[in-house]
């Protein structure tokens, strides 16, 4: 089930739409951020991105059923949410599973308490957590998924938030060469934001 056609894009469409959706589930008015740097701690990553919200954060509970169950959403319930069918918070495990890597990072901050988990997938019993810090903190709630790129892939991963985050407001880029001022015209039945990998009027039905 996270054997996208894309997973790459599916990485970066996914992952943000969870951050809206953490928004959205917390009534926080605030950027989601996107970021990029060529410096990477986690097995096989010549670089990494990152996907930072300040929604609700996740308690040790949630990572586990949301990481790791596959299938299982929390967000069935309403319409106002992207994410329904459980699968987009395990996109990272199709992208790392196809480029060696060993897996992906979870920082997420719920009421003080800051846990970081490891991400990664057993041949065997699928995905698995392993916690590996859980300190105090004054930070906001919120949660950070950090996915390591491989060798030659940056500029691909680049590409693709060009591209599959497009027509998506209220994102900083913290991505050199991606530019933060630009405007998206919307209209009862069209879309449309000039200088995009979408350059053209978008009908909306």
Same mark, same amino acid.
């Given at each position: ?94 992208? +790392? ?9 979870? #920082?997420?901050? /719920? @009421? &003080?308490?800051?846990?970081? =988990? ?42 693709? +938030? ?9 994102? #900083?880029?913290? /991505? @050199? &060469?991606?530019?933060?001022? =630009? ?23």
């Amino acid at each position: 089930l996270t054997d996208y056609s894309d997973p790459i894009g599916s990485v970066v469409r996914e992952i943000t739409s969870n951050c809206f959706d953490a928004h959205e589930k917390a009534g926080v008015d605030r950027d989601v951020i996107v970021r990029m740097n060529r410096d990477s701690q986690l097995e096989g990553g010549t670089a990494q991105i990152q996907f930072e919200d300040f929604g609700v954060g996740l308690t040790p509970d949630d990572v586990e059923e949301i990481f790791t169950v596959v299938g299982e959403s929390t967000k069935r319930e309403g319409n106002q949410e992207i994410g329904a069918f459980g699968i987009g918070a395990k996109s990272p495990f199709g992208y +790392i599973r196809h480029n060696d890597l060993g897996g992906y990072i979870v #920082d997420t901050y /719920v @009421d &003080g308490t800051h846990w970081k =988990y490891f991400l990664a997938e057993d041949a065997e019993s699928g995905p698995q957590m392993t916690e590996m810090l859980c300190e105090d903190t004054d930070r906001t709630n919120g949660t950070i998924v950090t996915v390591p790129i491989a060798d030659g892939h940056f500029y691909k991963f680049k590409r693709a +938030i060009k591209k599959e985050l497009a027509y998506f407001e209220n994102i #900083d880029f913290q /991505v @050199d &060469g991606i530019d933060n001022d =630009y405007t998206i015209y919307r209209g009862e039945n069209f879309v449309y934001r000039p200088n995009s990998p979408y350059d053209k009027l978008h009908a909306c039905f």
